[in-house]
């Protein structure tokens, strides 16, 4: 995992190779955004079948126009984009749970 920012009051971008989980990148950089222990985060389960998130954003299955896969979700408090070229997107937003 890679992180292109340092700026919190903006998107978070990162990165992820293609020998590592989208699932557990997600979490490792929402535990960096929200300044947590990733055990301190509720599970990803709550949000998203991290299982299905790694098999939708790994899959070979073309979209039209060769467009990347991008899955939308919010998690702990944030709002996660990731895309099947590697690329995750996290903003901070408020939420009525406070996760």
């Given at each position: ?27 490792e950089a929402v535990a ?68």
């Amino acid at each position: 995992m890679s992180d292109g920012s340092d700026d919190r009051d903006v998107d978070r971008r990162f990165t992820f190779d293609p020998d590592e989980q989208p699932s557990t990148v997600v979490t490792e950089a929402v535990a960096e955004v929200r300044d947590r222990e990733q055990d301190e985060l509720p599970p990803l389960y709550d949000a998203i079948d991290g299982d299905r998130l790694d098999d939708i954003v790994r899959s070979d299955d073309p979209l039209p126009a060769g467009e990347p896969v991008r899955v939308r979700f919010r998690y702990a408090g944030c709002e996660i984009t990731v895309t099947s070229h590697g690329a995750i997107t996290v903003s901070e937003v408020e939420s009525d749970d406070g996760r």
